[in-house]
């Protein structure tokens, strides 16, 4: 990290406009969401990475991994997710303490409702935005950032797999 205290002004300049999409985005796509399928973001994308997994199930950790969220807010979001019958919980056979996440019929349900909303305001909001140069280099840039702020997001631990292969 750089020693060196204050931005500079062109330093500002990138930093002011990026901090206020950092709040204004998410506020956005979540209240909207929240209207059109009674969920947040966050939700529909747990409910997304349970769609795309084998079997439609995965483990909590790696879950938590997918939407950048320590495993105390995942089980959470879990939590909310089971209690509006969108997931199951169980616990994992093989090791007690790791719990298995699974996605239910009435969750890709609203999943398959939920995406069309989510995709028309990602492209009205950021997509049609930009111009494809700039999607692509907001693409690098995001990915820069993400592997700083998360560097084990490409490899996120799952219990259950990795006792699968025990």
């Known amino acids: 990290m750089s020693e060196q205290a204050a931005l500079t ?3 500002f300049a990138a930093w002011k406009p990026f901090a206020a999409v950092l709040e204004l985005l998410p506020t956005a796509l979540n209240s909207t969401l929240q209207k059109a399928t009674g ?3 966050v939700s529909l994308y747990a409910l997304g990475h349970l769609q795309r997994q084998p079997n439609k199930t995965t483990g909590l950790s790696d879950l938590a991994a997918c939407v950048s969220s320590a495993l105390p807010r995942a089980s959470r979001i879990v939590a909310r997710l089971e209690a509006d019958g969108l997931v199951t919980r169980s ?7 790791a719990v298995i996440v699974t996605l239910t019929a009435k969750g890709e ?3 398959a409702e939920a995406m069309p909303h989510h995709d028309r305001l990602v492209r009205d909001l950021l997509v049609d935005v930009l111009s494809a140069e ?3 280099q907001l693409r690098t840039i995001a990915g820069a950032l993400e592997a700083q702020l998360h560097p084990d ?5 799952d219990r259950q797999r990795q006792l699968d292969t025990v």
């Open 9 to 11: 002004t062109e330093q």
């Open 39 to 41: 969920q947040p973001l």
């Open 91 to 97: 616990t994992c056979a093989i090791d007690g303490r």
């Open 109 to 111: 349900d609203l999943l």
């Open 134 to 136: 700039q999607l692509e």
């Open 153 to 157: 997001i490409a490899a996120p631990v």
